[in-house]
């Protein structure tokens, strides 16, 4: 078994946490430790004891070997095989969702393929983060009165509660859009 750091099993810690919903708090409920001491172990100043690893994969729902990253949960790794075009689901623009869906936390991976035109009904805006990468053609994202044109290749990044759009500016224009809630 390789030596896992304080840091690297905090942030596994932090991860696991997160990705239950749960907060710091609840967590210290659960385990009957301290949420500064959580805090610590999160951020990588404290290393846990066996026990308190013990107390943490079950408060978790974890193995510890998952803790240790000596064990990948089943539902850790998504794959989405390619799809044919009966999988579009037409949602402002033109969609294929790529990840597990909506309702779940983490990141949401999106093929979208906007319309031509910018239109009220269309706007958007969100908690976390969003990612565009421009897969090919040329698009444009409006927020509030600034509009940021995109060509192949270009990314961009920016927080979801913005107010923003997109549309295409070309014929064949297509994005990756990736949305993380945290």
Known sequence: MAAVTSQVLGKRVRSMRR????TLDQLAEATGLNKGYLSRIESGEKTPSIATLLKLAGALEVSTGQLFGEEV???DIQIVRARKSEGVRQNK????PLSRGEGRPGLSAFLVSPTATFTADKRAEHAGTEAVYVLEGS???QFAKQVVPLSTGDYVQFPGHLTH???KTSPEARA?????EE
């Open 19 to 22: 990705r239950n919903g749960t």
């Open 73 to 75: 949960a089943k539902d």
């Open 93 to 96: 623009y033109g969609v294929v």
């Open 139 to 141: 698009i444009e994202i």
């Open 165 to 167: 759009q997109i549309r």
């Open 176 to 180: 990756l859009v990736i949305v993380s």
